[in-house]
């Protein structure tokens, strides 16, 4: 198996037993060029079996406001509305334009923005919606959105063109945003708490930086509250001279800015970041 990010070897990294009518066991291996993790089970199930196991992970709490896996899903919601209309706000993102959430799952960060910002961030998700509010998928023309964020998408994607997809949705001076966890190394660890049966896919600095310099973005924005990157394909002047403005309010949210990728977490690839 070689690497989808860097196509380097992937080599047998542990196994995981999980015991669950869906998912007995998985099998993670590790690229030996950027270190990205995932899991050849997960890449090898029928679509049916996929969707089995996804609606086992997800339907407990879709649609409630909490998560047990997860109990800071919701004010970490409340923290990616508040960021993203302050980045509508100060320029970062076109505050008019169209923006997207793909794999939206049941919308709440869409709901969230209109309810307290008046924004509107259209959802898409293929499993859990089409019709009402969702987009269709003929309406996910590449390049047709300004703005297109996945919160806890790029853990569950088992290839390639799923990632290139998302980034093709982009326009040509457009931003991607992304809310997944991206550590320095993923640790030899079956107990590592990520290793969650739904997630099969698993980031290193390296890998995001690879996939963000193949995309040809060409700076970074990282926001610690809303644990949320924002990547830039224009000018990174302009987005580190608003980022140096931004940072100078007081109660406001804080921006770190890069060229290239923000590899922000470095120090402590254990720590809790989803
Ligand atoms: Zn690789």
């Known amino acids: 198996m070689n690497c989808l990010i860097c196509a380097a070897a992937m080599r047998f990294f542990f196994s995981k037993t999980f015991d669950l009518p869906e998912l007995q066991s998985a099998e993670y291996w590790r ?93 898409y998700d293929r499993y859990m919606g089409q019709g009402g509010d969702y987009l269709a998928d003929a309406a996910l023309e590449p390049g047709c959105f300004d703005f297109v964020v996945t919160t806890s998408v790029f853990e569950h994607l088992t290839r390639r063109d799923q990632f290139d997809f998302i980034h093709a949705l982009v326009a040509p001076q457009g931003v991607l945003g992304i809310h997944t966890l991206v550590c320095e190394a993923v640790p030899w660890d079956p107990a590592w708490f990520y290793l969650v049966p739904a997630h099969c896919a698993f980031h290193t ?32 002047d302009r987005v580190e001279a608003i980022v140096e403005q931004a940072n100078r309010r007081s109660d406001a949210p804080r921006y770190v800015f890069k060229r290239g990728f923000m590899d922000y977490w470095k120090a402590s690839p254990l720590r809790r970041q989803a």
């Not at 963000?212 to 809303?226: D, K, P």
Request: charged share 25%; proline share 2%.
């Open 205 to 236: 600095n390296q890998s995001m930086a690879l996939l963000f310099a193949q995309w040809g973005y060409a700076a970074s924005v990282y926001s610690v509250e809303a644990q949320l990157w924002l990547w830039f394909k224009g000018d990174p």
């Open 31 to 123: 690229c030996e060029g950027c270190g990205f993790v995932l899991s050849r089970t997960h890449a090898g199930m029928s679509a049916a079996e996929w969707q089995r196991l996804n609606h086992a992970a997800h339907a407990v709490y879709q649609g409630t406001d909490s998560d047990p896996g997860d109990p800071r899903w919701r004010s970490r919601l409340e923290s990616q509305a508040r960021v993203l209309a302050d980045a509508g706000a100060i320029g970062l993102l076109e505050q008019r334009g169209r923006w997207l959430d793909y794999a939206c799952g049941d919308g709440k960060l869409s709901d969230e923005l209109k309810a307290r910002h008046g924004l509107e961030l259209r959802k």
